[in-house]
């Protein structure tokens, strides 16, 4: 056997890199490069370091300052690091700048993203939106991208549309990304078709923040396999099963993740998978209550609800993985050392979280806790909204 055959493709390894500015404190940084790190080993790789530096603002022409700049390289040579990964998006001259400074494969977190979900896409209809967004992308970054990819082909950030010199050709990247329109014009109408054959069955559609645990509850609660995974964006594409609970038939829908600086392109060309949403009757907003800044990942869901027009929808937030959440225990006067425990369904009802939302329930879809209550609580609202559409339609009852 070929000594090649025997020999696994080593992992790459990536730093990554953020800012302390005016508008994100030394919490926050730290809080995104988790995140970010989060990301990198979703995509394929090893973070193995994070760079912070403290600035007003980001460097316009190398993000961070020459000082920072120069400890970055020493690191990146001296342990062989493949990729330098930057948590907001560069401008095309930064990442030349970079690259010719770092001698090293630059991505951003826009270009992270946009690689994952071109790992992640397996129908027609998803791999065109991505392709469609890695485009948008790449037009303003042409210049010297190419030659770049001739020296070194694969990798992650690397899963372009395309790695011919030909395609640096401006017309042709444009021309590309209006046939994809196009594309995704035809397939919006199919998918409007669709919706609109399902005829007025009260729909209800699953969103969240990343990995929050959204495909577990729908495999829950439809009785179906939806892939899920402890890994960011594992649903790319809008699943819709036909569920009953007790004799009352509903349609839930099951949405890609939202996440902290999404690109644009994305959301754009996702427009279908959240028209899912707009047309939905009630929405569950699923938490991971487990996630220390889960707050804050609420925040960033509501604001991108609002933004697609769909924040006053009914709504209820599901607080779910209530079995991995655990609260500092100690007294004031209490000198030992900090220890964690895990509070119990009674407890979580007591809490400020259980106040502030009016409609919300407490759950671990992993581990089945509270989900009679949960199925209840969804089966009086869906039943609500059947009564008042089909007003004569009492047999299920």
């Not at 696994?8 to 970010?36: C, F, M, P």
């Not at 210049?143 to 042709?172: K, S, Y």
């Not at 027009?309 to 006067?333: E, H, L, Q, R, S």
Request: proline share 3%; charged share 30%; aromatic share 8%.
């Amino acid at each position: 056997m070929e000594k090649g055959l025997l020999t696994e493709q080593k992992q790459e390894t990536a730093v990554l890199v953020g800012l302390i500015t005016d508008r994100v404190s030394n919490t926050q940084v730290y809080e995104y490069l988790d995140e970010l790190a989060f990301l990198v080993e979703t995509a394929g790789a090893t973070p193995v370091r994070k760079f912070v530096q403290a600035m007003p603002s980001p460097h316009h022409k190398t993000f961070v300052g020459s000082g920072k700049l120069e400890e970055i390289r020493f690191f990146v040579e001296d342990n062989e690091i493949d990729i330098v990964v930057f948590d907001d998006e560069l401008s095309p001259s930064q990442i030349r700048n970079l690259e010719k400074l770092l001698n090293k494969r630059i991505l951003d977190r826009t270009n992270l993203i946009l690689d994952i979900f071109a790992k992640r896409a397996q129908t027609a209809h998803a791999r065109v939106q991505v392709e469609l967004a890695q485009y948008q992308y790449l037009l303003p970054r042409l210049t010297g991208m190419w030659t770049h990819l001739e020296r070194q082909r694969g990798g992650i950030g690397m899963r372009g549309p395309g790695e011919t010199e030909i395609e640096t050709d401006r017309r042709i990247i444009r021309d590309k990304i209006s046939k994809l329109k196009e594309q995704l014009i035809k397939i919006d109408k199919q998918k409007t078709t669709q919706r609109q054959n399902r005829g007025k069955m009260v729909r209800v559609s699953l969103v969240g923040y990343t990995n929050v645990g959204k495909s577990t509850i729908m495999n829950m609660i439809s009785k179906s396999e939806v892939f899920a995974e402890n890994k960011l964006f594992a649903t790319l594409d809008t699943t819709v099963r036909k569920v009953v609970i007790d004799n009352l038939p509903f349609l839930l829908s099951d949405t890609v993740g939202f996440i902290r600086k999404l690109p644009h392109g994305l959301v754009e060309s996702f427009k279908s998978t959240l028209d899912e949403v707009r047309e939905s009757d009630i929405l569950l907003h699923v938490v991971d209550i487990s996630h220390p800044n889960f707050e804050e990942q609420m925040d960033v869901v509501n604001i991108t609800l609002s933004e697609i027009g769909v924040g006053d929808k009914p709504t209820f937030v599901i607080f779910n993985k209530t079995d991995a959440f655990t609260y500092v225990k100690k007294d004031d006067d209490d000198l030992t050392p900090i220890e964690k425990e895990n509070i119990s369904l009674d407890d979580l009802m007591q809490t400020y979280m259980a106040k502030q939302e009016l409609n919300c329930i407490f759950i671990s879809a992993l581990k089945k806790n509270n989900i009679e209550n949960f199925k209840t609580l969804l089966y009086n609202k869906i039943k609500e909204i059947h009564t008042a559409r089909y007003p004569y339609n009492d047999l299920l009852y």
